[in-house]
């Protein structure tokens, strides 16, 4: 079955701190992965996706198809971080359907 | 661009009700859909649309309808309200771009409250 885990339902840093949102699927072909994000009283928005490897806000994510995981990653965190972060698959590259994780929410203290 | 719309913001049902979720996006995208958002789980397709006149169901589509007339509007049908249809609904479109990747956008939410 097509299954994104995140394990962690909060996390919290402290500003400057390095960051790692945790993200794990299992899935038996070859998915693409995204990662969402929703700040305080806006809509989802795309965060980054692995098949462009870009770096977007300080983030970045790989895409380890060994470990099935794609973990999002930013070495010193910010206030304005803050947010729930949502792992995401897409069973294949030419299917529109996302599968999405519970999500992590990210404090980040001053 | 308004991006895609939904209404209302916020609802309250009693057991029995029914009610549409509006879904409006005026981007062109072709694909459009429905998620629900329970506490503590992530997003979980309802029903989706690949163009008008097209629509199939997703993961938890019990106690749902769609429709999809127009590429425009995509409304969300509740017929018998439950307790278990308390949740967040989102509402998203999508395109296909060149590399047959989709790009969703996604609109701010309806909180349904089923009493």
């Known amino acids: 079955a097509q299954r994104v885990t995140q394990p962690e339902k909060l996390l919290s840093v402290f500003k400057g701190a390095p960051v790692e949102l945790k993200c794990n699927y299992s899935?038996?072909?070859?998915?693409?992965l995204f990662w969402y994000v929703q700040y305080s009283r806006q809509r989802l928005q795309l965060l980054l996706r692995?098949?462009s490897r870009e770096s977007i806000k300080g983030f970045t994510a790989d895409l380890n198809k060994g470990e099935t995981s794609f973990h999002l990653k930013k070495p010193f965190a910010q206030e304005e971080d803050s947010a729930m972060y949502y792992c995401?698959?897409?069973?294949?590259?030419?299917?529109?359907?996302?599968?999405f994780g519970t999500g992590t929410r990210l404090q980040v203290f001053p | 661009n308004a991006g895609v719309t939904q209404t209302p913001k916020f609802r309250i049902l009693k057991i029995g009700q029914s009610m549409t979720l509006q879904c409006t996006q005026d981007?062109?995208?072709?694909?459009m859909y429905w998620y629900r958002q329970d506490p503590g789980m992530g997003l979980k397709l309802i029903y989706y649309?690949?163009?008008?006149?097209?629509?199939d169901k997703g993961e938890v589509p019990n106690g749902y309808n769609v429709s999809r007339s127009t590429t425009e509007d995509f409304p969300l049908r509740l017929e018998l309200a439950a307790p278990s249809q308390t949740s967040v609904y989102f509402c998203?479109?999508?395109?296909?771009?060149?590399?047959?990747?989709?790009?969703?956008?996604f609109g701010s939410g309806t909180r349904l409250t089923v009493v």
């Open positions: 649309s690949v163009g008008a006149g097209i629509t």
């Open positions: 995401a698959l897409s069973p294949s590259y030419n299917t529109d359907k996302l599968i």
């Open positions: 899935y038996s072909g070859s998915p693409e």
């Open positions: 692995h098949i």
């Open positions: 981007m062109n995208h072709n694909y």
């Open positions: 998203a479109s999508s395109y296909e771009d060149r590399g047959g990747h989709y790009g969703y956008t």
